[in-house]
């Protein structure tokens, strides 16, 4: 296999130098101890930047105005209810163990390191299932009305990758519900004075001073004013970057200027090209869609996926007898069956599809089949479980799905790269702290189901606290210099009037549907040498044709939808490049990262562990400069590398 060494250059080493070490049961309670402490006075004089409002947002701007410090909170949602963590379906991880199952932290440990493909660290994970039982505390505390069984207690669920419940849940409502937890809390800290709500503002660049993150530059999207917030510590919890692929199950607004802004700072971007591709979103419908829609994945408890045993079969489902029927999953991997992690569901969604075998237009498309749970637990408790992801369904498609299967094909969903962070969750610039999707630390390269909300509650309400405490101690840092704010004020300024002097032919939405078309082809599912240098000649030349021909109508003085859109999509061209060359450089297969080229007889993902058992965290090196690639090694103590199989 042909390296990709002419698209990138490479730097020294990196390594992560506040985890600390001994037993890894005791990493977490080690450094909360060893951190600094600012005392109640103290709190008072120090102000915290936090940009979005989201599960990690919210929870990290409620939790640091409760400890004492000034917030300055930031969403370009209209209401911090808004904010994309709402459309979260199935629910939230956590070790309890109330099922007596054998979960154990340990456990939830194991399998979210296993289910990464082993390309996470483990201190962040173990930490992550530590917090996760107090998380659930927290949200039961705050209301949050989780199902729970006839007994009392919180009543669980399975998702895909583990043979325990342990996933809490609101119906199919989950994130909604704990958001609206994050919510009322942020509202009691605004109410106390303590935190300064900025909504409909986008942060469009971030002021760095001394060599520290000093304050964001934001754009206010209904007066179009552009204004500079300065602060000692600046929180981004901005999402993720799976709209880059323009079809995704994340919301429109979804972007990545705020990472992207610091990235091009100095803050280093790791792991782009990993991205998950979610099984269970309602197929394509045509070129006219702006987005896709998820069905949660805890829809694969109780459903079973299936495709017509041989190709061309255009019965309707009820006509083909079960012996006619191809129940994939459960043959291929019987321990997990149904509940396989999400990229080894997706890739066998994409083979059988590939065989010809696939349903509904197009054949893009398998069966999530509810007859078989239907006639064991009746209608009436499949309604109480999964009532209104049915009522969802049956709007979008018009067919209702306690009368025939539901039709799923796979979709992007979530990203597990993003900036680069220390265990403190400190990017690789001192004070810029980077919090739920918008880093890359716990996922590895996969994702399992119901760990976002674990990841973005345990960064926001239990690890920050601690971690920005530790760095305020140092504070004062002293005034931020004029010329410090001018420069990222005018740097944001100039993009604005060039976007809209090109007065080109071409919409926004037409580049960033073909730039999407470009990555789900040839950086999606999967991804060979080939297509990813294929994509890396036509994303240059697509980026400078955006530059030279898009239409940005109206002006910069007030609401303009357009020129907000152009300025991301002008950030997801220079990412995309990114995502390729980090795909092209990782010539092995490992969790939603397939390469083609690096797979076991049977077809599964096959690792290189000799040569790629590390963080890729890339360097901008400034406008048509190669980017600069920098390894962290991941040593692996309690949970060692092995074929990943779930057969």
């Not at 479980?385 to 969802?392: Q, R, T």
């Not at 702290?433 to 996922?443: M, Q």
């Not at 410090?484 to 976007?499: F, H, K, N, P, S």
Request: aromatic residues 10%.
């Amino acid at each position: 296999m042909s390296t990709a060494e002419n698209f990138y250059k490479s730097g020294e080493p990196i390594a992560d130098a506040k985890a600390p070490s001994g037993p890894i049961e005791d990493r977490w309670t080690t450094r909360k101890f060893e951190a600094r402490l600012v005392n109640p006075a103290n709190k008072r004089k120090r102000t915290v930047i936090v940009v979005g409002t989201g599960l990690a947002g919210g929870s990290a701007g409620a939790t640091l105005a409760e400890l004492g410090y000034n917030v300055v909170q930031f969403c370009f949602q209209d209401s911090p209810r808004r904010a994309h963590s709402i459309a979260a379906q199935g629910g939230i991880n956590a070790a309890k163990n109330y099922r007596g199952d054998g979960d154990s932290v340990h456990r939830l440990f194991y399998d979210t390191v296993k289910g990464g493909d082993f390309r996470s660290r483990e201190s962040n994970v173990h930490r992550l299932a530590e917090i996760s039982n107090e998380i659930i505390d927290q949200c039961v505390a705050q209301g949050v009305p989780f199902a729970r069984e006839y007994g009392g207690l919180l009543d669980n669920r399975s998702f895909g990758g583990t043979q325990v419940s342990r996933t809490f849940y609101a119906r199919g409502q989950t994130g909604q519900q704990l958001l609206l937890g994050a919510y009322q809390a942020l509202l009691r800290q605004m109410d106390a004075g303590r935190i300064e709500l900025h909504a409909r503002h986008e942060m469009l660049d971030l002021v760095v001073a001394g060599g520290r993150a000093r304050g964001v530059v934001v754009r206010d999207l209904v007066t179009g004013e552009i204004k500079t917030y300065t602060a000692d510590a600046v929180v981004l919890a901005t999402g993720g970057y799976g709209n880059v692929f323009f079809l995704s199950t994340n919301a429109k607004g979804s972007n990545v200027t705020a990472s992207w802004r610091a990235h091009k700072k100095g803050a280093l971007f790791a792991n782009p090209c990993y991205t998950q591709i979610h099984p269970t979103c309602i197929p394509v419908s045509g070129d006219h869609q702006s987005k896709l829609t998820l069905m949660s994945e805890s829809l694969r408890n109780d459903g079973r996926v299936w495709v017509p045993k041989k190709g061309g079969d255009s019965r309707a489902p009820g006509d083909i007898p079960d012996d006619e029927r191809d129940y994939y999953l459960e043959r291929i991997y019987p321990s997990f069956g149904n509940l396989v992690p999400r990229d080894i569901a997706s890739r066998a969604a994409k083979n059988v599809c590939d065989e010809g075998r696939g349903v509904g237009p197009g054949g893009l498309g398998v069966y999530l089949d509810f007859a078989d749970a239907i006639d064991r637990m009746g209608r009436p408790a499949v309604e109480a479980k999964y009532g209104n992801l049915f009522e969802m369904y049956e709007r979008i498609t018009g067919e209702n799905p306690y009368e025939v299967p539901m039709r799923i094909y796979p979709a992007v969903h979530y990203t597990m790269g993003g900036l680069w962070v220390d265990y403190d969750l400190q990017a690789t610039i001192p004070g810029l702290f980077v919090a739920g999707e918008a880093n890359f630390s716990d996922h590895g390269a996969n994702r399992l189901g119901a760990s976002a909300l674990m990841q973005g509650l345990a960064d926001g309400y239990f690890v920050l606290p601690n971690t920005v405490g530790d760095y305020l101690a140092g504070a004062p840092f002293g005034e931020v210099p004029a010329e410090a704010v001018d420069e990222a004020e005018a740097g944001v300024r100039a993009q604005i009037d060039r976007l809209l002097s090109i007065d080109g032919d071409r919409t926004v939405d037409s580049f960033h549907r073909e730039l999407g078309h470009i990555m789900w082809e040839y950086c999606g599912m999967e991804r060979t040498e080939e297509g990813l240098r294929k994509a890396l000649d036509l994303i240059p030349a697509l980026r400078e044709e955006f530059w030279q021909r898009v239409r940005v109508p109206g002006d910069g003085e007030g609401l303009n939808q357009s020129l907000e859109k152009a300025g991301r999509v002008a950030d997801f061209f220079e990412l995309a490049e990114l995502m390729c060359v980090d795909a092209l450089h990782r010539g092995e297969s490992c969790g939603g990262h397939f390469r083609a080229e690096s797979r076991t007889e049977d077809g599964e993902a096959l690792r290189d562990d000799d040569n790629f058992a590390y963080v890729g965290a890339w360097e901008w090196a400034g406008a048509g400069a190669l980017p600069i690639l920098h390894k962290e090694a991941l040593e692996f103590e309690y949970v060692k590398p092995s074929q990943r199989s779930y057969k």
